[in-house]
């Protein structure tokens, strides 16, 4: 073989090497909206965790508030034995009136947001009048009373299956005087929670 011949055969060699190259590594990048999709994700799972949590302590500690807050009835009501609570507010009536005042409205707006944070909650809203009338006439305008807070309480988002209405007329009084104070704490709503 002569030196010629040598020399192109190891030219076509080195032609052939540089023609197939070395491999490249590939190296492989994560882009940068997949990277940030994922840490929103996790971000998002792991605030969505918190906040249950969160909701969960905020549940039982209101649960407690409301289980110190229930008294056992002296009077069982229709159903047995009945609790009150402190937490669910009277609302007061005018003379010979049922319509909801603005003051009381008010109030049956925390007595609604306190059923909707306890939705297993049943409650009876109890209509009382004062002792002047009949005792017909008081009996049908305690329970106009009665339904007139029932209503009330639906148009805030109460489901109506949660509430009763009943009504005991002069009955029951909270006052047994005969002048306009004991009258105007007779002329109420009550909510009381029966018992399971």
Known sequence: MTKKSFMIIIFFLCIGLVLMGCPKKTVMKDEPS???EESAAAKAEAERI?????AKVREETTKKELEKSLVAKK???IEG????SSLLKDVYFDFDKYDIRPADAAILKENAALLKKYTSIKIQIEGHCDERGTSEYN???????????K????????SPERISAISYGEEKPIDPGH????????????????SK
């Open 139 to 149: 009996l049908a305008l305690g329970e106009r009373r009665a339904n007139s807070t």
């Open 151 to 158: 209503n009330y309480l639906m148009s805030l988002g109460v």
């Open 179 to 194: 002048n306009e104070e004991a009258w105007g704490k007779n002329r109420r709503a009550h909510a009381i929670i029966p």
């Open 34 to 36: 997949v990277k940030k």
């Open 50 to 54: 918190a906040k249950e949590r969160e």
């Open 75 to 77: 009077e069982p009501g």
């Open 81 to 84: 034995v009945v609790f009150e």
